[in-house]
């Protein structure tokens, strides 16, 4: 009898034991702390956009595509484990206007989350270009948006110091500096665009005279031209008046005229450009080719032989077959204090393969002034207008 009571003791002790360690045990499990967004997120015509989190300052900031509707959106948000947020996920909201989310963590921990959502514009181009002279008349410019280059042809009397062109942008974007305030075309502008969303691009205005020649296509048999030897213009109905120049042995037979500047444009580029052409040529021979050439001068020079620095030449002559029209160009650099350019055309010759009586050809002739070997190289390629026969 004294064993069996023994045991229900021993029975009873060791049950009480095993319960007591239990609720120790469950006493040490805690709950859980944590109380982030992991991840914040619209998904838009199929693409996902996730927000950038930080947890330190607790902030969420989305970019969304421009003119996205921001007044009823459904984000997707991951939290910790065992948290609640709210408002809910998936729950629509107006992001128009900064939201607050609040993740509450399994042991009543809070921690709230300031969502911005934006949709802005990421362009930033100039969409349009007009400048009007001071009779309102709209000046000749072309854009070019390949380059973000403005060219503005401009005459000998206008003033450049204080031009107001008309520039239209992308939406929500700003220019720099600002066009209304007035320009001075006396030197290349740079424009900076910025987008509604930061991002900056910038276009380039430059200004470039009109055809500098005085009677540029030779009407009344060359007025205002030197025409030395036997040379002379046919004048056409159809097409643009041809100079035409024959050279034979021992002579020396030009066209020139000379370009008085009425503004300072040291440093600057001349262009000289045409379109030539003649009636013979022998391989390996520059005879008979027609080319231009010149040469500036101002108060760098000096009497006397001319300097081999003012002569504007080369990479100015005719290199295709006989008859057919091949537009010639180069862009020379100005002096500080040029105050003339000398324009001339010629045929040229080599030893040995003396001038015969050929016929070179030239027309539309062009002299002109820009800021940049660039600028002349753009209008070249996409402005002149070369014809052919």
Known sequence: MKKFTFLIYLFTITSLTLVS???DDAQDIEESSANLIVSFSFDIDSETYTGTIDDTNNTINLVLPFKTELTSLSPTIDISTKAEVAPLSGEAQNFTDAIIYTVTAENGDTRTYTVNVIAPNTENFITAFELKDENDQVIKSFFDEESSTILVEYTDVLDLTNLVPAISISENATITPNPT???DLSNDIIFTITSESGEIKEYRLAGYTDNLLKNPTGENNGEFWVLDGD?????????SNIFFIISQEDTYDAIEQTIEFTRD?????VMFLGDLTTEKVVEGSITRR?????YQKGTFSTDGELAIEEVLQSNMIHTEDANVWEGVYDAKPLFEGVESVLFKMAQASM???PQDGTKSKYRDIEVRVFESKEDADLYVNKLYRQTAE
């Open 181 to 183: 305030d007035g320009l």
């Open 231 to 239: 040379v002379g213009v046919t004048e056409s109905v159809n097409t």
């Open 21 to 23: 360690c239990a609720d």
């Open 265 to 269: 444009f040291g440093e600057k580029y």
């Open 290 to 294: 027609p080319y231009f050439w010149g």
């Open 351 to 353: 030893n040995g393969d």
